[in-house]
């Protein structure tokens, strides 16, 4: 069986264009300039089947992506193809949609303890909670791999390992829990047949992590920041990358020299934010990428892992 993957959204916390931000790539892709394309906000799907799904993140647009992609359309009255959802961390923008797949239906989520502890004081989850069953939690276990289960415990044939990449909590948590090496993980996803995915949308060291990434079918890489002080340079008033737990792509301590060794048959950015360059098809940093055989994630981007 082979890993059918479809990246919903390939934009960073705020999507492109961000709702409140006038930046050069984002009025660009409201005046429609060539080479630029709106995206939603980080989240992928993944079957082994080709007919139920699991939820990579829950993004804010999650009912947006649906709507944009048919696979995730309902069958039947009340009848969902997304069996769940498996969270990488707790941020908003991953945890957002959740909020958005109520309506009765019921889900299974996979997240480590601590992520699962983030959301647990949260009353609006209660939405999710309204009757037995409803939202079955799995606490995923480091390196561990799992198989992707329904809420009714229908089997996937889809398995996922969470591996501990330097991140940090979200931040409307932050001073709630000391930091742990569950805040933040990475997720290598196959089928008992098929190449692995390797999503890793937030990571602070991806040479750190090369062991983890090596090898892979597809890897689906953090490209929030071209440069550390992307922000701070446009007057956002904002840290550099590092204080977000973001390695930069570009420059002499970013992402893309760091794996130059790499060995990943796709090697995608995906969690742009609406500040980087990469976005421009044209600019020379996407020039540099593409030749250094990566590539940038669009909506809609399919894959299949033989
Ligand atoms: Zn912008």
């Known amino acids: 069986m082979a890993l059918h993957v479809l990246v919903l959204g390939s934009a960073a916390g705020g999507g492109f264009p961000q709702w409140n931000c006038g930046c050069q790539n984002c009025q660009g892709v409201r005046a429609g300039k060539?080479?630029?394309?709106?995206?939603?906000?980080?989240?992928?799907?993944?079957?082994?089947?080709?007919?139920?799904?699991?939820?990579?993140?829950?993004?804010?647009?999650?009912?947006?992506?649906?709507?944009?992609?048919?696979?995730?359309?309902?069958?039947?009255?009340?009848?969902?193809?997304?069996?769940?959802?498996?969270?990488?961390?707790?941020?908003?923008?991953?945890?957002?949609?959740?909020?958005?797949?109520?309506?009765?239906?019921?889900?299974?989520?996979?997240?480590?303890?601590?992520?699962?502890?983030?959301?647990?004081?949260?009353?609006?989850?209660?939405?999710?909670?309204?009757?037995?069953?409803?939202?079955?939690?799995?606490?995923?276990?480091?390196?561990?791999?799992?198989?992707?289960?329904?809420a009714r415990g229908e089997p996937s044939g889809v398995f996922v390992t969470a591996a501990a990449v330097r991140g940090k909590p979200p931040l409307h948590l932050s001073g709630l829990y000391a930091p742990s090496i569950e805040d933040n993980v990475a997720l290598r996803v196959r089928t008992a047949e098929s190449g692995t995915l390797v999503y890793a949308s937030a990571i602070a060291d991806a040479g750190a992590a090369q062991s983890l990434l090596e090898g892979c079918a597809a890897l689906l890489l953090d490209g929030t920041f071209w440069s550390e002080e992307e922000l701070p340079e446009l007057g956002v008033r904002m840290g550099p990358a590092r204080s977000m737990a973001h390695q930069p792509v570009g420059g002499s301590a970013g992402s893309l020299l760091a794996l130059r060794e790499l060995r990943a048959a796709r090697r995608i950015f995906t969690h742009l934010n609406n500040t980087n360059p990469l976005l421009d098809d044209a600019s020379p940093e996407r020039r540099e990428v593409s030749a250094a055989g990566w590539e940038v994630a669009t909506d809609g981007l399919r894959l299949r892992l033989d």
């Not at 993140?57 to 709507?67: F, H």
């Not at 699962?116 to 209660?126: H, I, V």
């Open 34 to 150: 060539p080479g630029l394309r709106a995206r939603t906000q980080d989240s992928v799907a993944i079957s082994g089947d080709g007919e139920s799904w699991f939820l990579l993140n829950a993004s804010p647009d999650v009912l947006r992506q649906v709507q944009d992609n048919r696979e995730l359309w309902p069958r039947n009255l009340r009848d969902s193809p997304i069996l769940g959802v498996v969270l990488t961390n707790g941020d908003l923008d991953h945890v957002l949609g959740l909020l958005q797949l109520r309506e009765s239906q019921p889900l299974a989520l996979y997240a480590t303890e601590r992520v699962l502890a983030g959301l647990a004081d949260n009353a609006a989850l209660r939405t999710l909670q309204r009757f037995e069953g409803h939202l079955r939690q799995h606490p995923l276990r480091l390196d561990e791999p799992c198989e992707l289960q329904g």
